[in-house]
């Protein structure tokens, strides 16, 4: 059975920092390209960072030079590093998993940045 799990979400104030982890089980994690989405109240999931197998990486505009993602095969875990956070990163973070057409979701973790 596949899993994803993310952890690390919480309550920060503007500028501060979180690192969140989303840690896979059920699959061959270092086959897998992996992002982070978010979703505010009321607004669409948006991609906010994705890694491939070969850890290429690609960000939203608004998160660049802010947030970092990065993956450990070993721990079959995925971070992402939020740094500067604004009151607008304020959403419920996803995780999920690719392999062809294969997509798994997490169960989501929220971030809440107080102004």
């Known amino acids: 059975q596949v899993q994803l799990m993310e952890s690390g979400g919480g309550l920060v104030q503007a500028g501060e920092s979180l690192r969140l982890s989303c840690t896979a089980s059920?699959?061959?994690?270092?086959?897998?390209?992996m992002g982070w989405y978010r979703q505010a109240p009321g607004k669409q999931r948006e991609l906010v960072a994705s890694?491939?197998?070969?850890?290429?990486?690609n960000y939203a505009e608004s998160v660049k030079g802010r947030f970092t993602i990065s993956r450990d095969n070993a721990k079959n875990t995925m971070y992402l590093q939020m740094n500067s956070l604004k009151p607008e990163d304020t959403a419920v973070y996803y995780c999920?998993?690719?392999?062809?057409?294969?997509?798994?979701w997490g169960q989501g973790t929220q971030v809440t940045v107080s102004s």
């Open positions: 999920n998993a690719i392999r062809y057409g294969s997509v798994h």
């Open positions: 059920g699959i061959i994690f270092s086959e897998h390209g």
């Open positions: 890694i491939t197998i070969g850890e290429s990486t």
